[in-house]
């Protein structure tokens, strides 16, 4: 899955039309960030919300039933308001370089906020192939990464 998030950039829907005819292409899944409206024109597979906006899945879920909905979360109290999603975007997991990662969670506590969780949790913040073993036995549904995948070896 490829989440898009544009942060204002003026070239988005072009960017998001590219990325949607690779991503179909490719068969991956693509979910805009905070744009419904984007998600839409785009023809998207769904929207990814930061955490602030959590309180519109069940809005976007009755306008919108067959999108997949992501949530950002950062805390236990956002985990729970993140009920609903499909999936919880939680992070930091490990120190991360994101000027929004904030104290990383580590992964006991990590593993602690997934159990409390109702959604599928997935990992997010200074994942990479070195740390992500230590995820295994924390019951994430996924990991993410942005440096991560890009990092050299």
């Known amino acids: 899955m490829v989440v898009y998030r544009t942060f204002g950039d003026p070239r988005a829907e072009a ?8 991503t179909r292409m490719q068969g991956i899944r693509l979910l805009i960030g905070a744009d419904d409206g984007l998600a839409a024109r785009v023809n998207a597979d769904g929207v990814h ?3 602030r906006l959590s309180h519109h899945i069940s809005k976007l879920r009755r306008r919108q039933p067959g999108w997949l909905i992501s949530v950002a979360a950062h805390s236990r109290a956002a985990v729970r ?5 499909d999936a919880i975007v939680l992070s930091a997991v ?22 409390a969780s109702r959604a599928p949790v997935i990992a997010l913040g ?26 050299p070896d």
């Open 15 to 22: 960017v998001a039309k590219r990325l949607r005819m690779v």
């Open 49 to 51: 919300l930061p955490e």
């Open 81 to 85: 308001r993140g009920r609903g999603a």
């Open 94 to 115: 490990f120190p991360s370089r994101s000027l929004s990662a904030g104290q990383a969670l580590g992964p006991l506590r990590f593993a602690q906020l997934v159990r």
């Open 126 to 151: 200074g994942v990479n192939k070195k740390n992500a073993p230590r995820l295994i036995s924390t019951g994430a549904a996924g990991l993410a990464a942005i440096d991560g995948l890009m990092a």
